[in-house]
């Protein structure tokens, strides 16, 4: 009896956070935590499977804080979902990768004013944990799709079981779009 690779249980919406068209072949979809090293570390490996796929990938992310072992990772989320707010997504998930060791609230503050956001709105945003139930529910749609840790990665649906470095990476979407880069 073979076990059978989980899938994810929320499909992809509108409301995601996306990159790429909605029509690309292939759809890779990260959990992940804003504190987590090993995110940190896939972080430029996406950029680069981004860069090297181009129109053929839609990249989407969800946010996967696991708490337990990350004291900021649920208010590094929310900081995410506060400067989407503000049209900021992903420049607020780059520079949150790129500053991963300082993630307390000052410094999601001092993120926002550095990307130019209305920082008394994002303060505000935060402090009143607007977006905390947008994060659980993330957070819970990985948790039925069989996620367990961070990053976890779906290529169409499917959980990539294997690691994500570069070229596994590149390997396992190619055979999912029958597309070669």
């Known amino acids: 009896m073979t076990e059978e ?11 995601d956070h996306a990159q790429g068209p909605a029509t690309a072949p292939v759809t890779l979809v990260e959990y992940g935590d804003f504190e987590c090293p090993y995110c940190g570390r896939a972080h430029p490996i996406v950029k680069a499977i981004q860069e090297r796929f181009g129109d053929e990938l839609r990249f989407v992310f969800r946010n996967f804080p696991l708490s337990q072992v990350h004291p900021h990772a649920v208010h590094a989320a929310e900081a995410a979902e506060a400067a989407d ?5 992903w420049p607020m998930h780059d520079y949150l990768f790129e500053h991963q060791r300082a993630l307390a609230d000052e410094d999601l503050i001092r993120y926002a004013g550095d990307l130019g956001l209305d920082v008394d709105h994002f303060t505000t945003d935060l402090t009143d944990a607007v977006y905390e139930e947008k994060v659980r529910a993330h957070f819970m749609s990985g948790v039925r799709s ?10 169409n649906g499917a959980r990539h079981d294997d690691s994500y470095e570069f070229d596994i990476l590149v390997s396992a979407i190619e055979r999912a779009s029958g597309v070669r880069k």
Do not use: K
Not at 5 to 15: F, I, K, W, Y
Not at 85 to 89: E, G, I, L, T, Y
């Open 5 to 15: 690779t989980p899938t994810l249980s929320l499909p992809v919406t509108a409301e």
């Open 85 to 89: 707010a503000q049209n900021a997504f």
């Open 146 to 155: 069989g996620v367990n840790g961070t990053p976890t990665f779906f290529i």
